[in-house]
């Protein structure tokens, strides 16, 4: 098949299918939001992320914008790099152009979460490189609800409820763009078959050992029972819109709290007691955030731990998140955990 053969589906945008067409132009109203310059697009193989691929190739027809497609190698998996050169083969037959980086660093413990990080940073390199400021990645309807099923089991508060936000800084420079929240994976599952023939299922999203494979298994009894994602999107939705309110008064709370430097901060203990426990988390989190330039939050149960155990009269100190908690003239203040080299 020659190269202009092979984007003929892309160039015109879908329009031979409504449910597609409709994907395609609300996608391109979003991104058209964005000033003209260049995208990392976060691939895996799946059908979200060819699906995404696909999108973003037939709006560069229009926009002659530049994409990056890029696919971490974690070799976590035995074949992981042969998978890799599959997804690379497959987007070369519609004239994309895949970045596959390996990553170095070993994963043992909590291998999801870690991975999840790592693809982060090496992502992170890469936009620094090339002076990108935004990663589009394509989480999707189904991971909304599936997200909010696991932070649900660990206890999570109104933030870890109200799920994924479409744009969320990863750092001060990057953002992760997220626009197919709205979508459903039988749509990307189309797009990515109908472009690209098909897409690789990951072995591990059978794997029960992982809980997000747990809460997945989980839609076929819900829809049983009457209970469906729409429903349950709609409950996340309300819970975001409860979460910006919260937000609001949140930034100026913390603004009051705290004292910002560089190598550390000191929360006002006074005022800090006087919080609720969800503010008291914020808080904490915040903080960590600020020094660690984490992404992620600590686990709830840990913050929650780690709140019950400052309110005791023998508390001295306590770690959490690679900050260190100390009690001095009255304010808690966070420093950042020494990092051991082997």
Do not use: W
Request: contains cysteine; charged residues 30%; hydrophobic residues 35%.
């Amino acid at each position: 098949m020659s190269k202009k053969n092979s984007n003929v589906n892309l160039k015109n945008g879908f329009k031979d299918f409504d449910d597609l067409s409709e994907i395609y132009f609300n996608f391109k109203k979003k991104l058209n939001k964005f000033k003209p310059r260049p995208f990392v697009v976060a691939v895996s193989g799946g059908s979200d992320s060819l699906a995404l691929s696909a999108l973003t190739k037939a709006y560069s027809f229009e926009k002659k914008i530049k994409f990056y497609y890029v696919l971490i190698d974690h070799n976590i998996r035995k074949n992981s790099s042969k998978e890799a050169e599959k997804v690379k083969s497959l987007l070369k037959r519609k004239n994309i152009k895949l970045k596959i980086i390996f990553n170095k660093y070993k994963i043992k413990n909590n291998i999801q979460g870690e991975a999840r990080n790592i693809r982060y940073t090496l992502l992170s390199d890469f936009c620094f490189k090339k002076n990108i400021k935004t990663i589009l990645t394509a989480h999707n309807l189904e991971d909304q609800v599936e997200t909010f099923f696991i932070r649900l089991s660990r206890g999570s508060g109104l933030t870890g409820l109200s799920a994924m936000k479409s744009i969320s800084k990863l750092n001060n420079k990057i953002q992760i763009y997220r626009p197919l929240l709205e979508i459903k994976k039988k749509y990307l599952k189309k797009i990515s078959t109908m472009i690209f023939g098909k897409y690789l299922k990951d072995p591990s999203n059978n794997n029960r050992r992982y809980l997000r494979t747990k809460i997945r298994n989980l839609k076929k009894p819900l829809n049983q029972s009457g209970i469906n994602y729409d429903q349950i999107i709609k409950s996340i939705n309300n819970l975001a819109l409860s979460r910006d309110t919260l937000n609001y008064y949140f930034s100026k709370v913390f603004k009051e709290s705290i004292k910002k430097y560089k190598n550390n901060v000191k929360i006002d203990l006074k005022k800090f007691e006087k919080l609720s426990n969800e503010f008291k988390m914020r808080i904490i989190n915040a903080s960590i955030k600020y020094l660690k330039k984490n992404y992620y939050d600590p686990r709830s149960k840990k913050v929650i731990n780690l709140i019950t155990n400052l309110e005791k009269k023998n508390f001295s100190r306590a770690t959490l998140g690679g900050c260190i908690f100390t009690k001095k003239n009255g304010h808690l203040c966070l420093t950042k955990e020494k990092t051991r080299v082997f």
